[in-house]
């Protein structure tokens, strides 16, 4: 290679590269000016907020029943019980899984203002279900801590109903809840 070559080529990559960088201003205002694209917040960026809501509630209602309230009613974790450890480690598993659904619900409704006020309100009802899922996970849980997490999921579903957006229980599937 020459003399000439190896001090050619990088001049001509520096001057490649400083211009690609060149007339970025001019470039945004067009954008601007033919309507391209603007920045939102998240909430006017979610699209199908309420169908989002429906779903995450409903898994998030379904895994609770199948794997918390109902086996809870049919005195599985009782000690003693057959399976009862089995159930005890579902129990768990779904609740968090509930949790964290039921937390996804709230942040879908945000993205739909009728939604986003029936909604509002429930937040605290929500949290107070991580503390119940230990409960439950521990075997401690009461019958007054089973109602709670079902007036919670309740709840929950005449929100969305109130708001045009009804919420039916959607059972996960085991590994659906392991997956979290």
Do not use: H
Request: with cysteine; proline share 4%; net charge positive.
């Amino acid at each position: 290679m020459s003399r000439r070559a190896a001090i050619t080529v990088p001049l001509v990559c520096a001057l490649l590269l400083t211009g690609a960088g060149c007339g970025g201003k001019e470039k945004k205002k067009e954008a601007e000016n033919t309507g391209g694209p603007t920045p939102t917040n998240s909430v006017e960026r979610q699209k199908f907020a309420k169908t989002r809501f429906v779903t995450n509630a409903g898994l998030a209602a379904g895994a609770a029943y199948q794997w918390v309230i109902k086996p809870y009613r049919n005195g599985a974790f009782k000690k003693g019980a057959d399976g009862r450890t089995v159930a005890l480690v579902k129990a768990g598993l779904a609740g968090t899984f509930s949790y964290n659904r039921f937390k996804a619900a709230v942040n879908n409704a945000k993205g739909d203002p009728t939604l986003a006020k029936a909604v509002a309100p429930l937040s605290a009802g929500i949290d107070s279900l991580k503390g119940l899922t230990t409960k439950f996970r521990k075997g401690d849980a009461t019958d007054n801590d089973a109602n709670a997490y079902d007036k919670v999921i309740n709840n929950v579903k005449d929100a969305g109903k109130g708001a045009g957006a009804p919420v039916t229980d959607q059972v996960p599937s085991y590994s659906d809840i392991q997956k979290g």
